[in-house]
């Protein structure tokens, strides 16, 4: 039977939930007392279950509201103080975010089958998003940088050993370490991803090597790490630069001998899976000054990846500039209908220091601020090319305008001249009078 995960907030600790609840056979649990704790280990893995165990019988709904709302894809199961369900806030936050309630004291039959019923709605739900997610492993362009990256990944995939993925912050390194595990014989085996720089320094080892019953204080329970969840599949060591040094000799140890110990264990287990580590920093230079096992290094950095920054790839920033438009056409005004050249070459011009993901929140922005039909250098908030290359006469930028506007209509309407009329406000004939200006063919 396939371990499930739970998460369970509970401000009384592990031994609460062991208390109200009882053993919960099948379920690997991670228990945290605040909010803020639950935030930091979800921030570093998923789950797909989450127990609130004790929401408080006073006080406001506002932390809560909002980081429930911040794991709107989980399934949550609360267990409120009676008084709560008097009160109209409380209430319609359990009608908003929960999937169940249960009042204390726990019908534990009921609360097992509650958790279980919510696991298989979630595990539904989240195979519909990894097959979109399929979709987002394709990683987008066709300059000569890209072309070798993805031929490296390609490469890759198909052994078995470590990959070391660097490239600055935003550039693409977990896009790249999913397209290798999607390309992999591994690719039907989960991909697990964890971020150790945001992992508590306490909690890291712990949650990658699993613990048995009694290690320390609050490990009620065995639990099994992450790197065993991802069993048959890939592990993906994101920010590996942050493991802590402890932690360093054990990932060296399972690279070696594929076994890990869970903390306070003196059994070794084996474990098959594969490890992507991707740092934004020099690692060799973390070496050098003795922040990062060497032998480590050489043990993960087999087969190195290189993500290029954006500003080595602009040729894909049209290209780039239009999917991101079309992912998030949802947010913006219907009166967007695309990139102006202007625009498209102030992208040029900018050097992109934050890569796809700035330009993931510029394009974003801009199709939420803009005015006009077409984004502007100023909705985008880079300088317009003109200031830099001389300021064009008005009659000019009119006429060029002008003309973005109706190729960006007629590209939106697949060249329907009729539906391209309409969106831009002018009759069928005055728009095949502006093509004959513009010496536009259709
Ligand atoms: N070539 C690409 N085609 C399409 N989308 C891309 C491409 N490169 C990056 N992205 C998107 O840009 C965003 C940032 O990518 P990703 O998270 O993989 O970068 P990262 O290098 O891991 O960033 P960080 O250093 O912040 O962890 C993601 O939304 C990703 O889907
Ligand atoms: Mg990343």
């Not at 922040?291 to 993960?300: A, G, I, M, Q």
């Amino acid at each position: 039977m396939a371990i499930k995960r739970l998460i369970c907030v509970s401000t009384r600790g592990g031994a609460a939930l062991h208390q109200q609840c009882g053993p919960l056979p099948g379920w690997d649990v991670c228990t945290v007392s605040t909010l803020r704790e639950a935030g930091e280990v979800l921030a570093a893995q998923p789950y797909l279950v989450g127990l609130l165990l004790d929401l408080p019988g006073a006080g406001t709904t506002g932390e809560l509201d909002q980081f429930l709302r911040r794991h709107c894809r989980m399934q949550w199961i609360g267990v409120p103080a009676p008084a709560l369900l008097q009160d109209a806030a409380w209430r319609s936050l359990i009608l908003d975010h929960l999937c169940d309630f249960h009042t204390p004291p726990l019908d534990r039959e009921r609360l097992r089958h509650t958790l279980g019923h919510a696991h298989g709605w979630a595990e539904l739900r989240s195979r519909g998003a990894r097959t979109a997610d399929d979709s987002i492993a394709t990683i987008h362009g066709q300059s000569p940088a890209i072309a070798v990256l993805r031929a490296q990944i390609r490469k890759v995939a198909s052994v078995n050993a470590p990959v070391l993925i660097w490239g600055e912050s935003g550039s693409g390194k977990e896009l790249a370490a999913h397209a290798v595990h999607a390309h992999s014989p591994r690719a039907k085996g989960p991909f697990v991803p964890i971020n150790c720089g945001a992992l508590p320094a306490g909690l890291i080892q712990s949650e990658l090597f699993g613990h048995e019953r009694g290690a320390f204080t609050g490990a009620a329970r065995d639990k099994a790490g992450l790197i065993e969840s991802a069993a048959g599949g890939t592990i993906f060591l994101d920010e590996i630069g942050d493991l802590p040094k402890e932690s360093q000799s054990n990932l060296l140890r399972f690279l070696q001998e594929r076994t890990i110990l869970r903390v306070g264990a003196t059994r070794e287990i084996a474990v098959d899976a594969r490890v992507i580590a991707a740092s934004h920093i020099n690692l060799k230079q973390a070496v050098a000054q003795g922040n990062f096992r060497e032998d480590l290094y050489y043990r993960l950095n087999v087969f190195p990846i290189e993500v290029p920054p954006l500003r080595e790839r602009k040729d894909d920033l049209p290209h780039l500039a239009d999917l991101f438009f079309h992912q998030y056409a949802a947010d913006k005004g219907a009166h967007v209908k695309g990139f102006s050249s202007h625009a498209l070459r102030a992208m040029q011009r900018h050097d992109w220091p934050g890569n796809v993901r700035e330009l993931i929140n510029c394009v974003r922005r801009a199709m939420v601020l803009a005015d006009g039909a077409l984004i502007t250098p100023a909705d985008l908030n880079l300088p317009s090319p003109d200031i830099a290359a001389g300021v064009d006469g008005l009659a000019d930028s009119r006429v060029r305008a002008e003309r973005d506007a109706i190729c960006v209509s007629l590209a939106n309407a697949g060249k329907n001249v009729s539906r391209a009329a309409r969106d831009l406000g002018v009759s069928r004939m005055t728009l095949y009078r502006l093509l004959a200006k513009h010496n536009i063919t259709v």
